[in-house]
């Protein structure tokens, strides 16, 4: 079936150290996502990918960075992890064009110790 | 700036029991509005996607409404399960900010058998 998958479910890490999350997608979407959800909050979107064009959202912390390397993969990179990065992390993808469904992978959950 | 909020926070109803969640949003200059469910510790899924032209879609059990005019819509299940239990959440994409979607908190729906 095609999906959006993300890797790992679950990451671990301490305060200051650097964390990679990664997302894959079959759906050969021209679009990826990298949305940021804290507890009992509202997912908010960080940044997305149009093919290699990348846009940041005005108010993404510095700390956080992204690659998309091909049409399949994009990463998210975490410089300085702070105990307030700790949040589900939701990749999703959807057809270029306003207006088309997003379709999000399982999410990532990141503990910062 | 979009706000997107869900009345109710929580909502707990009998099996069998028809129910609406509702979602406001204050800007009603939208492309769209999408419906997702999302389980515990779970990616977001996909229900419903209104786009601003229409008035209402329908998927099985689940119908959505929209008056864009205005600024709210709801989410109509019929005949509840308990595996309907979930948090629901709307979103909407802004015609001036290109993909991001704006999220709702979520409304935390329980089935009671």
């Known amino acids: 079936d095609a999906m959006v998958i993300q890797n790992p479910r679950y990451q671990v890490t301490q305060f200051g150290k650097p964390v990679t999350l990664s997302c894959s997608q079959t759906l050969n979407h021209n679009v990826m996502y990298w949305y940021q959800q804290k507890s009992s909050q509202a997912p908010k979107l960080l940044f997305h990918y149009y093919d290699k064009d990348f846009n940041n959202e005005a108010d993404t912390p510095d700390n956080f960075q992204s690659r998309r390397p091909n049409t399949s993969f994009c990463f998210l990179d975490i410089r300085s992890p702070g105990l307030g990065d700790a949040a589900m992390y939701l990749c999703a993808t959807s057809r270029a064009g306003h207006g088309n469904t997003q379709y999000f992978g399982p999410g990532t959950r990141l503990t910062v110790l | 700036k979009q706000e997107v909020t869900q009345i109710p926070a929580a909502l707990s109803v009998p099996e069998g029991e028809n129910l609406v969640l509702n979602c406001s949003f204050t800007d009603s200059a939208i492309y769209n509005l999408q419906w997702f469910r999302q389980d515990p510790g779970k990616g977001l899924t996909s229900l419903l996607l209104?786009?601003?032209?229409?008035r209402e879609q329908t998927s099985g059990r689940l119908n959505a409404s929209l008056d864009k005019s205005s600024g709210r819509s709801t989410l109509y299940i019929a005949a509840s399960q308990p595996g309907d239990s979930a948090t629901y959440l709307c979103a909407v994409i802004n015609s001036n900010s290109g993909y991001a979607l704006n999220f709702g908190k979520g409304t935390s729906l329980l089935v009671t058998p």
């Open positions: 209104i786009q601003s032209s229409q």
